[in-house]
């Protein structure tokens, strides 16, 4: 494959064996997401939504089936292979924004980058991601707990840009900021997008979802449409 | 490193949880390192004391009744003139020593307190082989006598004092000739505290033809259990009429019981580490309990389990090292503190072997505070990701 699709599902099945019987969450799930797409997946509670997003985040491997990330197969990787992954090429924006609380703004948005050097702060990338997330100087040395839910959200989202991922993966993330705040988040997401970085959203609101330029519903493990 | 970062925050931000649980180590530190500093100053003043080098068999009746006391009707609290010529040809060519001893009565000087002492009565010949003067000179004649330091000391004599013994002066006076040097306890002859006369002299005053004991130097160290085993073989051959003890191996098993002594006490120190141990397990479980919903983020956002694992062994290590670094100061105040008070010296603390305690106790404590932070940190790093994101 010359210039792989950034993430590709084909006949994914994922199985919950419990003890009351065995759980189908995603029933035979093929779908294609090319690089700078903006896709919103879409769905009821139940629907198999989170163990999509669980294994498009690559924090869990299928059943049977194959799921490629930028043309690699994560089927049968080890956990330490798939946290590799999930560090370079995922950018994971979470509903409760989860920084961590001990560290200052840029070590947070460093946090990932630093895990991948094995270095410490570089106060030079994380400043260039903030200001691309269009976030105030003055609060790069304050704590989390500091700024609002909107800022906070940001510093997410620049936390999730540092290592330059294939994909951005968010989880409803405007779930926990009014309407306003929001809209700016997915302003920001929208403009990302046009400069190229693609986008996969899971929400349940559909005036988020508008945002987006495909949506993928889903309904009891199968893509409905 | 921002795992190291983290895990400094976070015992900061827990400041009293991570001091009470510090505290335990310190107190492990401090119980170790003091109980083994104190062992070993005490193995060490006391071989000090027993300044005797193990080179003599010392030979006393057999005292113990033996249980079935009835029907040994030889036995006599005394070694016979016949059982010493025993002895002396079974241990030639080491010199062996009669000892006549006996307690008395006796007055320095006219008019002074009556007191009771050891006296010895050994042969002049013998005596030079025994023991040194730090003043005066061995006495010849049957008048003359040598005391001990400490006798000395504590009554007052001079070379030239007189001593009246017995009752009234009933068995005589002896002038000192000489002053013998301290020899702190020994297993032959304690003279510290007494007067040694001559054989002859204690012969004719307390009409003895028997001894008291007998004292066999020997040349060569080596020799000495073969020497004990000649006495025994020879002397209590149809029953025990003498106990003998090679001083070589009294002085090892003395010492081989001090060194129990100091293990068992620095074992109980051990078990206050232990102790301490289990309160780093059990703030390291909090730790974790209360951030499984951090490590899930990081875990999700690219931290690799051993990533996770050291974070935590770093705040383990945080506790155990400034915990060890607190109790080795505070066993060093500690040990010199036991020394100077308990044993009024502090010499025996500014030695090696006494200050390697301290490392030791705060190695242990190290060593305790990684042990007890594997489990909690292993743990931590084995959560599963999607749950751990999902726990609130």
Redesign the interface.
């Known amino acids: 494959m010359e210039n792989p699709p950034v993430m590709l599902f084909r006949d994914v099945v994922k199985v919950y064996p419990l003890p009351a019987g065995d759980v189908i969450a995603l029933d035979g799930v093929s779908f294609q997401v090319d690089r700078g797409e903006f896709i919103s997946v879409m769905g009821p509670s139940g629907s198999g939504k989170s163990t999509l997003l ?1 294994l498009m ?1 690559c ?2 491997t299928p059943t049977t089936g194959d799921i490629f990330i930028s043309g690699t197969r994560i089927g049968d990787m080890s ?2 292979e798939l ?2 992954l ?3 090429r995922i950018g ?1 924006i ?1 509903q409760y924004f ?1 920084l ?1 609380p ?2 200052n703004i840029i ?1 947070n948005v460093t ?2 980058m ?3 050097t ?1 270095r ?2 570089d106060p030079e990338r994380g400043k260039e991601v903030l200001r691309a997330v269009q976030l105030d100087d003055k609060l790069f040395t304050h704590t989390p707990t500091e700024l609002s839910g909107g800022q906070q959200q940001r510093v997410a989202v620049a ?2 840009l540092i ?1 330059n991922p294939d994909i951005l993966l968010c989880d409803e993330p405007t779930g926990n900021l009014d309407s306003k705040t929001g809209d700016g988040i997915m302003d920001l997401m929208s403009e990302l997008n046009r400069k190229g970085t693609t986008i996969i959203m899971v929400t349940h609101d559909a005036h988020i979802a508008e945002y987006s330029r495909r949506t993928i519903r889903i309904a009891d493990g199968r893509i409905v449409s | ?2 795992f190291w ?2 895990a400094k ?2 015992v900061r ?1 827990h400041l009293l949880r991570s001091f009470l649980a510090m505290l335990g180590i310190v107190i492990g530190v401090v119980a170790i390192s003091t109980m083994g500093i104190l062992g070993n100053s005490m193995v060490l003043s006391v071989s000090d004391s027993l300044r005797t080098v193990g080179d003599s068999v010392i030979v006393t009746p057999h005292a113990g009744g033996g249980g079935m006391g009835f029907g040994s009707g030889t036995t006599s609290f005394t070694i016979s003139e016949q059982e010493f010529q025993q002895i002396k040809r079974v241990s030639a060519p080491n010199v062996a020593i009669p000892v006549l001893r006996t307690s008395e009565r006796m007055k320095l000087g006219v008019g002074s307190e009556e007191i009771v002492a050891l006296v010895y009565g050994l042969d002049p010949d013998d005596v030079p082989l025994m023991l040194n003067l730090v003043e005066g000179d061995y006495s010849r004649g049957n008048s003359g006598c040598l005391v001990g330091a400490t006798f000395a000391k504590d009554n007052n004599v001079r070379v030239g004092s007189r001593i009246s013994l017995g009752k009234d002066g009933e068995k005589g006076t002896l002038r000192v000739t000489g002053i013998i040097e301290e020899r702190g306890m020994a297993f032959d002859v304690s003279t510290d505290s007494a007067v040694v006369a001559t054989r002859d002299w204690f012969d004719g005053t307390y009409n003895r033809d028997d001894y008291d004991q007998v004292v066999v130097k020997v040349k060569n160290l080596d020799e000495i259990a073969d020497v004990k085993t000649a006495i025994e073989k020879q002397l209590n051959r149809r029953e025990t009429i003498v106990d003998v003890m090679d001083t070589r191996k009294t002085m090892e098993t003395i010492f081989e019981a001090f060194g129990q002594i100091t293990t068992f006490v620095s074992a109980i120190g051990g078990i206050s580490m232990i102790v301490a141990g289990v309160s780093i397990l059990n703030i390291m479980m909090m730790s974790v309990t209360e951030r499984i ?2 490590i899930g ?9 051993r ?1 996770v694992m050291s974070m935590f062994l770093y705040e383990a290590a945080i506790l155990g090292i400034l915990g060890a670094i607190i109790g080795g100061v505070m066993s060093f105040v500690g040990g010199y503190a036991i020394s100077s008070l308990m044993l009024q010296t502090t010499k025996y603390f500014f030695v090696p072997s006494s200050l390697i305690q301290i490392v030791y106790g705060m190695a242990f404590g190290i060593v305790v505070c990684l042990i007890c932070g594997i489990y909690p940190a292993w743990r931590a790093a084995n959560l599963n ?2 749950d751990a ?1 999902r726990h609130e």
């Open positions: 669980n985040g924090l869990d956990d330490t946290t590799s999930r560090r370079d994971f979470f989860n961590f001990l560290l070590e946090f990932p630093m895990l991948k094995g410490g702060v936390r999730a290592n | 490193m921002i970062e983290i925050r976070n931000i919903k951090e983020i990081m875990r999700s956002i690219g931290a690799q389990r990533e990701p999607i994101l």
